[in-house]
């Protein structure tokens, strides 16, 4: 299965570590983060949808399939950066943490520590992808057919 | 008309304590938990948010908790809740043929590229009970009582190498990271109806902020059967394939997994991606149509939902194919080929709340229709003695009425 980052082609390094925290629980990207810095929240933590459009055919006309819950906050450290979050779910909590990340990824170097925590945490995701893709090819299957009145 | 009542406030308390009651049933049983249910009864959550119309499996566990399991009751409250939120604006159209696969599976094609993966399915199950899984926790395998009964294994112990029902999943590779959808296969010899977007690629009509209007376009179509109740559109394909609509199609694929939703916001400028839907999806390939300037073709049949969901993704992609048969210049005979038919019925949250409206009080409603009665029957009475009267000498000439 990918080995990337689910539909990454030329993503940006901050595209990139977006989709890591929108996939990361709560937990995780509290510990990823550690003690907050100071900051303000621009925008509160709030849900709302996002309509998920799909294509008829795979490929043809787009349609609307249905909404899905989204959560964004955002947030601006003292030094005036300003960080975002957008993901799937309710999680209030999850949001501003992982808008405080986003904030902080982009102002350190890529060598920082927390450069190397999201990478991780990125590793563990596509770790559990390819888990998954492994259980689901256990059940690949051949069939074969039988030619009748030979 | 309906004239509102009033009053009842005690009973109608009285009322909601009584479903909870109900809906705990014994309290010497555990109560269940919203993520047990999540986890659990992950299908009956995937039909929820489907026939909700709103991806969020927490809350459509909570739903069915809330809803003692009723599906119908269920999708409602999503579709209540989802008018209380704020739309953030529009994703960029999913990709599937990105999807994350965990089941892909073509009845067209034996040898596909990136092969078939059979994945979860209960497609070949022998519909025995397992009572194991009644009285006991833990039981693995539970599909198959020639199976169930062993106990849980941690996942590193290997099961023995002769049985071919248990493979470890850290001997298998990965799959394919490409797997072509199988109308595109097709599609590259030029027997699949291309599926291409409309000049300037346009904005789906949406029918929760639009009023619907007929013929309907493929896009609303698409869209009310996504959201439509799955027994309806599992009637409609089964009456398409029964005759009542004549087509003969086959399964070109039915993938189900997880596929990256992206949303571009205002502020960024740069798409940002959600995280996974798990979806699933259906081509159905139909036979043929041609014109005087395009060779016969095989015809398609799409359908795409939330969740886990192949029955509904299947119907949906049967009751597609057949409301095109105006784009083919088909006669619409059938119900699953007219779309008002079809747009106007496939909505259970709308449908139950009409058929279900009918038990609230109709008391003035129906003092009117006793009225009317008792004033036809009387003026009945009147004009027969009036008849009998006037015809009294010439005894019954014709039969009664």
Redesign the interface.
Known sequence: ???K???STEK?PR?IW??TL??ASRSEIETLLGAPPAHEVLKAP?????????????????????????T?C?VRLSNGRMG?S?????DHAKARLAALVDAQLQDEAEGSALHGGIARLAEHQTAA?????????????????LVRGA | MYVAVKGGEAAILATHELVAEARRGDPAIPEISVAQIREQQALACARVMNEGSLYDSDLAALALKQSQGDVIEAAFLMRAYRTTLPRFGSSVPLDTATMSIRRRVSATYKDLPGGQVLGPTYDYTHRLFDFALMDSENVRVGLDPTISGREARPSTTHPSSGDARIKPEHHAAPLDAHMPRVPDILGAEGLMEAEEAPEGDPRPFDLTRDPVSFPADRDVRLQAMARGDEGFLLGLGYSVQRGFGGSHPFVGEVRVGEVAVELVPEELGFAVDLGDLTLTECQMVNQFQGSKDIAPQFTRGYGLVFGHAERKAMSMSLVDRALKARDFGEAADYPAQQDEFVLYHSDNVEAAGFVEHLKLPHYVDFQGELELIRRIRRERDERLAGEQDSKEPDAMPEAAE
């Not at chain 1, 709030?46 to 989204?70: D, I, K, Q, S």
């Not at chain 1, 957008?86 to 309710?90: D, I, P, T, V």
Request: net charge positive.
């Open positions: 299965m990918n080995d980052t689910p539909g940006t595209q977006m989709a929108a996939r709030e849900t709302g949808t996002v309509m998920v459009e799909g294509r008829a055919g795979g490929a043809g006309r787009r349609f609307n399939l249905g909404e899905t819950t989204v964004r955002v975002f957008y993901a799937l779910g309710r992808r390819q888990r998954a893709s492994r259980k689901a090819a256990t059940t690949k299957v051949d069939f074969f057919t």
